[in-house]
């Protein structure tokens, strides 16, 4: 008698917990995401909308004829192009790829494109995952897509070596879109730990760029590589805020509204503090920028601005209720989107006649405000207690602990272990 006398209690309990969590839903906007972000600049934003070209030209199969580019074409020289990799040629191990030798921006790119819903290797790649599978250099990171960026760097290593030693000016920039984005991210933490396997390139030559990012490291990783790996995310788009795992959504394609239930109940019952110490728990990956183009209760889309911070708490934590969720995903609205969000910076810039002089110290500015929001970020990560962080020492730059990690790193693999993997490694 006393169990069913309980059962219209929970009822009302589990009713209050949906009412709460569909109220503060239905009140947040994806603006309230980089509220407090400041605005990019156009000299660090200027990337964005080429590198977005390089991927779409992933999903060409002749670029010398191509069907699918946009309005202005791809900028890419036909006769750069080092090599292109379709599905047969990495076997299902990785998505789709091609390596380009950008001569006009002094850049070596490696581009991956997005999920393809059609092919079984890429749900075997986001599905190889589980809460806590996978340690990484005092994190946690997304097995599946940690396989496939080491797969990749196996098979690249010498010919980017060769890139990087022939052309030691030239920046080395990974990009892909949704699950090519993971492993981009991922890809440049292995880079950046193997930094002798190609030339012993510079930590600030490595760049990554995880356009419409998912979720695939810890957040100590995420803050900690901010200073090589870029996020871009446009408004509403639901990836970088599905803080379910993966391979747990399309498990449950099958029993949706239970789901949805438990997300519910976790977004209710579970303070975001907690949330914040679970060394598992994965977040977007490095750098973030916000293009935001809509308003609350407005309509129509507004001039893009772009917002761009290092958070480690509030880091797209709540799924936006927008009919735009999975169009802001897509990467040809993020390509349009960034082009007109950095054209309207470039005007705004112009129109203020700023001297080349100005410019210059300005670009310095940025990027010690850069630096600086960075060791902010990590100071803050201790601050909240977020497992395995750590604050730059004050007595050195982090870049020296980072080289003093890197060389007993590999003094510990030592001669005998040249021959593994790079994922084996670790």
């Known amino acids: 008698m006393s169990i069913l006398c309980g059962c219209p209690l929970l009822e009302c309990v589990y009713c209050l917990a949906c009412t709460r969590w569909a109220y503060k839903r239905c009140l947040h906007t994806a603006g309230h995401d980089s509220e407090t ?108 897509l940690l396989n496939a960026a080491g797969w990749v760097l196996d098979a690249e290593c010498e010919t980017l070596k060769d890139l990087v030693e022939k052309y030691p000016k030239y920046t080395l920039t990974f990009a892909g879109h949704s699950l090519g984005s993971g492993v981009a991210a991922l890809l440049t933490m292995l880079v950046v730990q193997n930094r002798d ?24 990783l995420a803050v900690r590589y901010a200073d090589v790996i870029n996020s871009v995310v446009l408004q509403d788009d639901f990836l970088p805020r599905t803080a379910t795992p993966l391979e747990d959504i399309f498990k449950s394609l099958f029993c949706l509204p239970c789901l949805l239930c438990l997300q519910c109940m976790r977004d209710t019952c579970i303070p975001e503090e907690k949330m914040l110490k679970d060394p598992r728990r994965l977040y977007a990956p490095g750098r973030l920028y916000h293009i935001v183009e809509r308003k609350p209760c407005r309509l129509g889309r507004f001039p893009p601005v772009v917002k761009t911070a290092v958070p480690v708490d509030g880091r797209f934590e709540h799924i936006v209720l927008s009919c735009n969720a999975t169009s802001d995903h897509a990467i040809i609205w993020i390509e349009r989107e960034a082009q ?37 970020a990590l100071q803050r990560a201790v601050t909240l207690a977020v497992p395995h962080a750590y604050s730059p020492s004050p007595y050195g730059t982090f870049d020296e602990r980072e080289e003093e990690e890197h060389s007993s790193g590999e003094s510990s693999f030592g001669s005998s272990k040249k021959s593994k993997t790079f994922v084996e490694r670790f």
């Open 197 to 220: 396997r190609l030339g012993d390139i510079e930590r600030k030559r490595v760049r990554g760029y995880a356009i419409a990012p998912a979720r695939c490291m810890s957040l100590n």
């Open 340 to 376: 007109r969000a950095l054209d309207l910076m470039l005007e705004k810039a112009q129109s203020m006649e700023i001297p080349p002089k100005q410019r210059m110290e300005r670009q310095e500015t940025v990027a010690k405000e850069h630096t600086e929001e960075y060791k902010a």
């Open 37 to 144: 972000w400041g605005l990019s600049s156009a000299e660090e934003f200027e990337p964005v909308p080429r590198i977005c070209r390089y991927i779409l030209a992933v999903y060409e199969d002749d670029l010398r004829h191509p069907i699918w580019e946009p309005p202005g074409g791809y900028g890419i020289n036909p006769d750069w192009l080092i090599s292109k990799r379709t599905y047969v040629d990495t076997q299902g191990q990785a998505p789709p790829y091609i390596l380009y030798l950008d001569h006009n921006h002094a850049d070596i790119v490696l581009a991956f494109r997005g999920l393809n819903l059609a092919r079984e290797s890429d749900y075997a790649v986001l599905l190889d995952n589980k809460l806590g599978k996978r340690k990484f250099d005092g994190g946690y990171v997304h097995n599946g």
